[in-house]
């Protein structure tokens, strides 16, 4: 194991091993905190970056993991009909207690609690992904295999449609 990672991206490249997954997390000069920043950082199209986001559900007050492709801003109507109540925003504190990472690293495993989880069904589509592992500098590289597997969650349709087509 590459000592040289910081603490969080270690732990994340714990949590592959305890996998059985021998996926390597590296840590980049540049930030990946945003997904144009992560292709840009590793050569890759913006759809191939796995973007982990959390939400918070309003009545239980339980997160929400939704794995979405980078482009695609997930539509928030669709993921509360499916878990059968609203969702509000995640504040940072909130997403570090609930994965143990901060915005702009989590990753799609290795969280400090057990989250209800959907993926993006647009990432199944390429051969290689690219996902955040524990800080806005770390990432490791995967097929969508790998992060079905280790995301085990639910594969959905997560990007709003165009607001160009009549209601």
């Known amino acids: 194991m590459n000592q040289e990672l910081s603490p969080?991206?270690?732990?994340?490249?714990e949590a592959?091993?305890?996998?059985?997954?021998?996926l390597q997390v590296v840590e980049?000069?540049?930030?990946?905190?945003?997904?144009?920043?992560?292709?840009?950082?590793?050569?890759?199209q913006v759809g191939q970056i796995v973007k982990s986001i959390i939400?918070?559900?309003?009545?239980?007050?339980?997160?929400?993991l939704v794995i979405a492709s980078?482009?695609?801003?997930?539509?928030?109507?669709?993921?509360e009909r499916l878990i059968g109540e609203p969702l509000g925003k995640a504040d940072a504190d909130f997403v570090r207690e609930q994965t143990g990472f901060v915005i702009?690293?989590?990753?799609?495993?290795?969280h400090a609690h057990s989250l209800e989880t959907f993926i993006d069904?647009?990432?199944?589509?390429?051969?290689?992904?690219w996902a955040a592992a524990g800080t806005p500098h770390a990432v490791f590289q995967l097929t969508p295999g790998d992060l079905l597997r280790m995301a085990d969650g639910q594969v959905i349709d997560v990007k709003q449609?165009?607001?160009s087509q009549p209601s």
């Open 28 to 44: 980049l000069p540049g930030s990946t905190r945003t997904a144009v920043e992560a292709a840009q950082a590793v050569g890759c």
């Open 70 to 79: 980078g482009p695609n801003r997930v539509d928030e109507r669709r993921i």
């Open 8 to 13: 969080s991206a270690r732990k994340v490249q």
């Open 55 to 64: 939400f918070k559900a309003k009545r239980s007050q339980r997160a929400i």
């Open 104 to 110: 702009g690293g989590v990753p799609p495993l290795g």
């Open 161 to 163: 449609e165009n607001s």
């Open 121 to 129: 069904q647009d990432l199944l589509q390429y051969d290689i992904l």
């Open 16 to 22: 592959l091993q305890i996998l059985g997954m021998s």
